[in-house]
Each structure stands twice: as structure tokens, then as C-alpha cells.
């Protein structure tokens, strides 16, 4: 028999996100790139993503979770800048041997 405490959770209660995590995310590496971690406040970043402190709680549990998070996002893309992504860096044509192919 089956008891009501047993059940399986269904998911996340409540309303669905009002916001773009990835602007959200943009918008706070902004701002930690422009003053640092301890020179961010949380007031800024709630000013910067547009969120409510409930809200970013939520999201990213704290400010040093945000920062981490945007400084993954930050590396990640510059990654793909460099070496242009998963598949290595780009190729070219260049002058040289290599255009006479």
C-alpha cells in the first residue's frame, strides 16, 4: 500500500520562470567583470538582471554561486572564441603551402 508521503515529487511547484537564465547569467557576468566579486553587491546584481534578492536566491542559491556560474559561462565562451569550440580551432586558407592545396 502506498502512503501519500511515499509518492514521488512531481517537480517544482509554483510559477514557471518569468526571466531568460542565460540574460540573467550575461548580465551579472557584466557586472562582476566591471567591479570584481567583493566589489558587486547584491543590490547591483538584482539592479543589473532586473531580479528580485528572492529571486536570485532561488535561482543561484547565493552571490558566490552566481559568480562562479558566470565564470564558467565566461570561460566557456572563451573557449569557443579560441580554439573555436568542441572540434578544434578553425581552419584557413592562409598565404603559404597550405593555400596551394
Known amino acids: 500500500m502506498k502512503r501519500a508521503w511515499d509518492a514521488e515529487p512531481k517537480g517544482r511547484p509554483g510559477r514557471p520562470c518569468a526571466y531568460d537564465p542565460e540574460t540573467v547569467l550575461l548580465h551579472a557576468t557584466d557586472r562582476f567583470w566591471r567591479s570584481g566579486y ?18 536570485l536566491y532561488a535561482a543561484f542559491s547565493d552571490k558566490h554561486a552566481l559568480y562562479l556560474k558566470a565564470s564558467r559561462a565566461l570561460l ?19 598565404r603559404g603551402s597550405d593555400a596551394r592545396l
Open 38 to 55: 567583493s566589489g558587486t553587491s547584491l543590490d547591483e546584481l538584482c539592479d543589473a538582471t532586473g531580479l528580485s534578492r528572492s529571486s
Open 76 to 94: 566557456a565562451a572563451r573557449q569557443v572564441r579560441d580554439t573555436g569550440g568542441p572540434c578544434g580551432p578553425p581552419t584557413r586558407l592562409g
